[in-house]
C-alpha cells in the first residue's frame, strides 16, 4: 500500500485514529484517552499514530500525509496550537514536533473546522458548500464554500459560541456575559439542567408537558441555537446547514423542534423565509468519524499543496 492518509482526533477526553486508503476508504482506526498538557497531547498524537498504523499493517513510508485535528485556535500554517483550554494547553507547536518525530508530513487543523471537511467530503450534494454546527460541550462552527474552509484572518473565523447575545447575562469563561455558549453549550446547560433535577434526553418532553423550569430551557437552547444558524447563514450564505455534537445527539426531537421553530420565525419574516432554512438543516449520524476523516484529507490537500514536503 502507498499513498495512505492518516486523521487523528483529539478530543478533551479522547482520541481517535484512522488510517484511510487512497480511495478514501476506512482501514484502520483505533480509540485512545487524551492525556492533557503539552507533552499529553504530543505523546497522545505519536501513540494514536503508532497504534494506528501498526494495526494497519503498513510502515511509516506508506503514509503520505498526517492530518490532527484539534480545540483550540489552531495556526494551520506554523502547525502551532494555542489555548486548548479543556486539553490544558497554552501553546504547543505539535504540527513541527510531530514531523520531526514521525518523518512524514503533518497538517494540524482545529477540530470543528476538520469535521466540517469531513462531512462535505461525505456530502456530494453540498457541491463544496457547506456551513456546520457544533453544539457539543461549547458551541463552534465552521463554513466551506466552493469546497475551501473559510480560516478567516488569525483562524478565528466560526468561533460563534463566543458571541455575547445578553451582556446582562451569565459570566462565561471567556470574560464576556451572555455569550452563546451558555446557552446552547453542552456544558453549562448540563450544569443547569441538573441544578433543576432536570435531564438534557428528555428536556422537550419535559418542556411539553408544562415543567416550567423545562419550559425556560428549552427556549433558550432553541433560541441559541437559531441564533447560531442565522450568524452563520447571514455571514456565508445559507448553504446545507450540518448539525453535530453531543446535545444534538442527546436530546431527543432536537432537531425536529429546531425546524419548527425555524418554520415558525419564517412565517413572520418573508426574508427569513426565503432563506429556506429549516430545509438546509442535516443532522450528522451519531459516532460519525467525521473530524478524524477531515483531519486526513486536510494532511492530504496540504502535501499536494507542497506546503508540508518543503518545511520537512
Ligand atoms: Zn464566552
Do not use: W
Not at 482520541?15 to 480509540?31: C, K, N, P, Y
Not at 470543528?112 to 458551541?139: D, E, I
Request: overall charge negative; glycine content about 14%.
Amino acid at each position: 500500500m502507498s499513498g495512505l492518509l492518516v486523521g487523528v482526533d483529539i478530543g478533551g477526553t479522547k482520541t481517535h485514529a484512522i488510517v484511510l486508503d487512497s480511495a478514501g476508504q476506512l482501514v484502520a482506526e483505533v480509540r485512545r484517552p487524551s492525556r492533557p498538557g503539552a507533552d499529553g497531547v504530543l505523546q497522545t498524537a505519536r501513540e494514536a499514530v503508532a497504534a494506528v498504523t501498526e494495526l494497519a499493517g503498513c510502515s511509516p513510508a506508506e503514509v503520505a500525509a498526517v492530518g490532527v485535528g484539534i480545540p483550540g485556535r489552531v495556526d494551520p500554517e506554523g502547525g502551532v496550537v494555542h489555548t486548548a483550554v479543556n486539553l490544558q494547553v497554552d501553546e504547543l507547536p505539535l504540527g513541527p514536533l510531530l514531523m520531526e518525530d514521525l518523518g512524514i508530513p503533518v497538517a494540524i487543523e482545529n477540530d470543528v473546522k476538520a469535521a466540517a471537511c469531513g462531512v462535505v467530503s461525505q456530502l456530494p450534494q453540498a457541491a463544496g458548500n457547506l456551513l456546520y454546527l457544533n453544539f457539543g460541550t461549547g458551541v463552534a462552527a465552521a463554513a466551506i464554500r466552493e469546497g475551501r474552509l473559510v480560516r478567516g484572518l488569525d483562524n478565528v473565523a466560526g468561533e460563534i459560541g463566543h458571541l455575547s447575545v445578553d451582556p446582562h447575562g451569565q459570566q462565561c469563561l471567556c470574560g464576556q456575559r451572555g455569550c452563546l455558549e451558555l446557552a446552547a453549550g453542552g456544558g453549562p446547560l448540563s450544569l443547569r439542567l441538573a441544578a433543576d433535577g432536570l435531564e438534557l434526553p428528555s428536556l422537550l418532553e419535559a418542556a411539553a408537558n408544562g415543567d416550567s423550569r423545562a419550559g425556560i430551557e428549552a427556549e433558550r437552547l432553541l433560541n441559541g441555537m437559531t441564533t447560531a444558524i442565522l450568524v452563520m447563514a447571514l455571514s456565508h450564505g445559507s448553504s446545507m446547514i450540518a448539525l453535530n455534537g453531543g446535545v444534538i445527539h442527546t436530546c431527543r426531537g432536537l432537531v425536529e423542534s429546531l425546524r419548527d421553530e425555524l418554520a415558525s420565525r419564517a412565517r413572520s419574516s418573508a426574508f427569513l423565509a426565503s432563506l429556506e432554512l429549516g430545509s438546509r438543516l442535516h443532522q450528522v449520524p451519531a459516532d460519525s468519524p467525521v473530524a478524524a476523516v477531515g483531519a486526513a484529507l486536510i494532511g492530504q490537500e496540504l502535501t499536494r499543496a507542497g506546503l508540508l514536503s518543503q518545511s520537512l
